[in-house]
């Protein structure tokens, strides 16, 4: 998998990155963590947070109209600071008890586990099921996920990049941090007993708040 990531999926990402006029990237990224919204919102309530849910709500509605449809992020400039805080299923499973099983590493996926592997595939499913077309049309759900999916991979470069040049064994170093991580980023919404925020470790590219 690290052989297919750094000889085709690391050049494809990184070319989108070049390739891509900045401008329209950063707004095409701002778009889809848009549509994010109404599913960020909805599962602070499963997790009872109703006001974090409110502010979700509150982006949605400035950046889907002084922001352009999202493709500016209005919401977390002034006088609104409203930054993007990322939340999903894969949060909302973690809140109710549901343990991480096994990891993996994915091409354009990255490190991910299997809760959070299904919840993130909940989370791009959601929106279209509830709204339908244009949104559940494979024209555009196909070339959203990839985008998407690409941008993931463009955050977590400088990550890797140096993961792999200064560990003896990557996998375990990638692996090792992303669970730490995760269970740093859920003790923030729902901490448990045991559980603690670790102040010390980097957020996750592209998951922590803007």
Same mark, same amino acid.
């Given at each position: 998998?690290?052989?297919? !990531?750094? %000889? #085709?999926?690391?050049? *494809?990402?990184?070319?989108?990155?070049?390739?891509?006029?900045?401008?329209?990237?950063?707004?095409?990224?701002?778009?889809?963590?848009?549509?994010?919204?109404?599913?960020? %919102?909805?599962?602070?309530?499963?997790?009872?947070?109703?006001?974090?849910?409110?502010?979700?709500? &509150?982006?949605?509605?400035?950046?889907?109209?002084?922001? #352009?449809?999202?493709? +500016?992020?209005?919401?977390?400039?002034?006088?609104?600071?409203?930054?993007?805080?990322?939340?999903?299923?894969?949060?909302? $499973?973690?809140?109710?008890?549901?343990?991480?099983?096994?990891? $993996?590493?994915?091409?354009? #996926? &990255?490190?991910?586990?299997?809760?959070?592997?299904?919840?993130?595939?909940? !989370?791009? %499913? %959601? @929106?279209? /099921? +509830? *709204?339908? /077309?244009?949104?559940?049309?494979?024209?555009?759900?196909?070339?959203?996920?990839? *985008?998407?999916? @690409?941008?993931?991979?463009? !955050?977590?470069?400088?990550?890797?990049?140096?993961?792999?040049?200064?560990?003896?064994?990557?996998?375990?170093?990638?692996?090792?941090?992303?669970?730490?991580?995760?269970?740093?980023?859920?003790?923030?919404?729902?901490?448990?007993?045991?559980?603690?925020?670790?102040?010390? @470790?980097?957020?996750?590219?592209?998951?922590?708040?803007?």
């Amino acid at each position: 998998i690290q052989a297919v !990531d750094q %000889a #085709v999926i690391g050049p *494809v990402s990184m070319g989108y990155k070049s390739g891509m006029p900045k401008p329209l990237r950063l707004g095409l990224r701002n778009f889809l963590r848009n549509l994010e919204e109404p599913v960020i %919102a909805f599962n602070y309530l499963l997790q009872l947070k109703p006001g974090r849910a409110v502010k979700s709500v &509150g982006r949605f509605a400035l950046n889907s109209t002084v922001g #352009v449809g999202g493709l +500016v992020d209005m919401a977390k400039r002034k006088p609104f600071n409203l930054p993007y805080t990322p939340n999903g299923f894969p949060n909302t $499973f973690a809140c109710y008890g549901i343990g991480p099983g096994p990891y $993996f590493f994915l091409p354009l #996926v &990255g490190p991910t586990t299997l809760r959070d592997l299904i919840g993130v595939g909940l !989370d791009r %499913a %959601a @929106l279209p /099921a +509830v *709204v339908g /077309a244009p949104l559940s049309r494979p024209y555009y759900a196909i070339p959203a996920n990839v *985008v998407d999916s @690409l941008n993931d991979r463009i !955050d977590i470069d400088d990550q890797l990049k140096e993961i792999r040049a200064n560990s003896a064994d990557p996998y375990v170093a990638t692996r090792e941090l992303y669970l730490r991580q995760r269970r740093s980023e859920i003790a923030t919404i729902c901490p448990r007993k045991g559980d603690k925020i670790d102040p010390t @470790l980097p957020p996750r590219p592209g998951k922590g708040r803007d």
